[in-house]
C-alpha cells in the first residue's frame, strides 16, 4: 500500500486507536499501546514499539502511518530559541518555534506552532502575509510538530524525561480561526490526560480578528486562553495593518470579544504591534484605552521585529516605554513581550517558508 494511502494515526484519541487495532483484529490494548508510543514516546516507527510482537507491527505498519513531520532544518538562536522547518507528506513546509521560559536551556519551553501553510490574511508588516497562501494544515500536521519538536529537544538535552513543552502557542504561520475544525481537533489531542497532557491553561489561540471564528470557539466550551492581535485601535489605520479588518471592523470585532469574554468568562489577551512612527503616538494610547478598558483584559505590546524588504522599523526602548506608562495610566494592564529568536528569524511575524 502506497504510503499515502495509509491511515493516519497521529490525531486519533485513545478510543479511536483501539478500533484501528480492533478493525485489524488485533485486541483493543493494542490501541492504548499506539497511543502511548505515539503521543509519549514521539515513536514514529512501528519497528521501534518493542512491545508489539513482530507479526502486529507488520500488520500496522503495512495498513497505517505516524506522520511526524521530519525536521529539515534547525537553527538556534543566542537565547535558546530554536526554529524547525517541517515538511509534511506533501512536501509543503511550515515553521514551528520552540522557545526556552527561562536561560537554563535544560528548562521549559513554550512552542509556537503554525496552523496554516502560508496565511491568507496577508497583514502589512509579517513576512508570512507576503506569500502565497498554500492551505490549512490538519490536525495531524499541528500535533506532529509537536511532536517532532519534542523529539528533537529529546535528543539534545540531558535529561528527556523532564516535561520539556509546557506550553503551546498557535502563533506561528496561518490564522488558526480559519482553519478552527482542525485546531479544535489538535488541542483535544494536546489536552488528553493519558498521552500529551497538555493542560488547557497552557494553549493560546492567536487571532487577527476573525470575529465568526472567535463566537465559534465560545461555543467549544475550552479554557485556553485567546489572544487578539490588535495592532491598531482605529479602522483606517486597522484596515491598512491588518486587512482582515475591513471584513470585521474594530465594532463587529469587540463585540464578538465580548461574548466571547462573557461566554467563556475567561479573560483575553490583546496584542500590539509597536511599528514605529505608525501607531505609538499618545493618540493611540488613547484610542487603544478606550476600546480596551471595557473588557478587563491585558495587553502585550511587542516591539517590532523587522523584516527584510517591509518598510517598518523597531520603535526606540523610550517610545516603547512611554507607550507602556500612558497605557498604565490609563488603568491597564500592560506587559512587554520579550523578544526571543530575532537573530535567526524565529521572533513574532518574521516566519516566512520558500516552497518548493
Ligand atoms: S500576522 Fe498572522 S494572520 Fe496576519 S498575515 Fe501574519 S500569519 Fe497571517
Not at 522557545?99 to 535544560?106: A, E, G, Y
Amino acid at each position: 500500500m502506497n504510503s499515502i494511502d495509509k491511515i493516519e494515526l497521529i490525531g486519533m484519541n485513545i478510543g479511536e486507536l483501539e478500533d484501528f487495532a480492533s478493525r485489524l483484529g488485533q485486541p483493543r490494548f493494542r490501541g492504548r499501546q499506539l497511543h502511548r508510543w505515539i503521543y509519549v514516546k514521539d515513536t514514529s516507527s512501528f519497528y521501534e514499539m518493542s512491545d508489539l510482537p513482530r507479526q502486529v507491527r507488520q500488520q500496522f505498519d503495512d495498513r497505517a502511518r505516524i506522520s511526524i513531520p521530519r525536521v529539515l532544518k534547525q537553527r538556534v538562536a543566542s537565547d535558546g530559541t530554536r526554529k524547525f522547518l517541517m515538511e509534511m507528506n506533501d512536501k509543503k513546509r511550515v515553521e514551528t518555534v520552540l522557545i526556552p521560559q527561562s536561560r537554563d536551556l535544560n528548562g521549559r519551553y513554550t512552542l509556537c506552532v503554525s496552523s496554516q501553510v502560508g496565511c491568507p490574511l496577508r497583514c502589512a508588516f509579517c513576512a508570512t502575509g507576503q506569500g502565497v497562501f498554500q492551505r490549512n494544515l490538519a490536525a495531524h500536521e499541528i500535533v506532529g510538530q509537536f511532536l517532532g519538536s519534542r523529539r528533537e529537544l529529546k535528543r539534545r538535552l540531558k535529561n528527556p524525561e523532564e516535561p520539556l513543552i509546557t506550553n503551546v502557542v498557535y502563533m506561528g504561520m496561518g490564522e488558526p480561526l480559519l482553519n478552527l475544525t482542525e485546531v479544535i481537533h489538535s488541542i483535544r489531542i494536546l489536552n488528553d490526560p493519558r498521552g500529551i497532557q497538555l493542560g488547557q491553561r497552557h494553549i493560546t489561540i492567536s487571532t487577527c480578528g476573525e470575529a465568526t471564528g472567535i463566537l465559534r470557539l465560545a461555543e467549544e466550551d475550552l479554557q485556553i486562553t485567546l489572544a487578539i492581535s490588535l495592532h491598531a485601535a482605529d479602522d483606517q489605520l486597522r484596515d491598512e495593518l491588518v486587512p482582515i479588518n475591513k471584513k470585521y471592523p474594530l465594532a463587529a470585532l469587540m463585540t464578538a470579544v465580548k461574548k466571547y469574554v462573557e461566554k467563556t468568562g475567561r479573560r483575553v489577551t490583546f496584542e500590539y504591534i509597536m511599528l514605529d512612527g505608525v501607531n505609538i503616538s499618545r493618540k493611540d494610547a488613547e484610542n487603544l484605552a478606550k476600546l480596551v478598558k471595557p473588557l478587563l483584559a491585558n495587553i502585550n505590546l511587542i516591539p517590532y521585529n523587522e523584516v527584510d524588504g517591509l518598510l517598518y522599523r523597531k520603535p526606540e526602548a523610550q517610545d516603547v516605554q512611554a507607550f507602556c506608562n500612558w497605557l498604565k495610566a490609563a488603568g491597564l494592564n500592560v506587559s512587554v513581550r520579550e523578544e526571543h529568536g530575532g537573530d535567526i528569524e524565529a521572533a513574532c511575524g518574521q516566519l516566512a517558508v520558500k516552497q518548493s
